[in-house]
């Protein structure tokens, strides 16, 4: 067992490849570290990257997550929706915070700072 703590986006795409694909059973460089080789989760996989509609995309990646749950794969251990960053107060953010990275509270790409 292998702790390794995921940072994904919001909309799962290519990176499932490097994570889940039996690439990466043989390939160096995959972060594939349990030589994971599943049928299933590789159609799961290319459904997700190649579905036309919202719902679809949905049932691909909920399956992929029955997938990985299922053949303990992956354990989720922690999680927190507080980010504990550390910032000076002149650290600006704007108030109605973008839909994008890792999660809304770790977002320093968006912030500015403002000398005095």
Do not use: C
């Not at 889940?20 to 997700?48: C, F, H, Q, Y």
């Amino acid at each position: 067992m292998a702790y390794y703590r995921r940072g994904l986006s919001l909309s799962p795409g290519n990176e499932q490849i490097l994570y889940w694909g039996a690439d990466g059973v043989e390939k160096p460089g995959t972060r594939n570290w349990m030589g994971m080789n599943s049928p299933a989760a590789e159609d799961m996989i290319n459904r997700l990257l190649s579905s036309e509609s919202h719902d679809d995309f949905l049932a691909a990646a909920r399956a992929l997550d029955r997938i990985l749950t299922a053949g303990r794969y992956v354990i989720p251990i922690h999680s927190s929706a507080i980010s504990r960053l550390a910032h000076v107060n002149e650290i600006k953010y704007p108030k109605k915070l973008p839909m994008y990275g890792d999660w809304i509270g770790f977002l320093p790409d968006v912030w500015w700072y403002e000398a005095d």
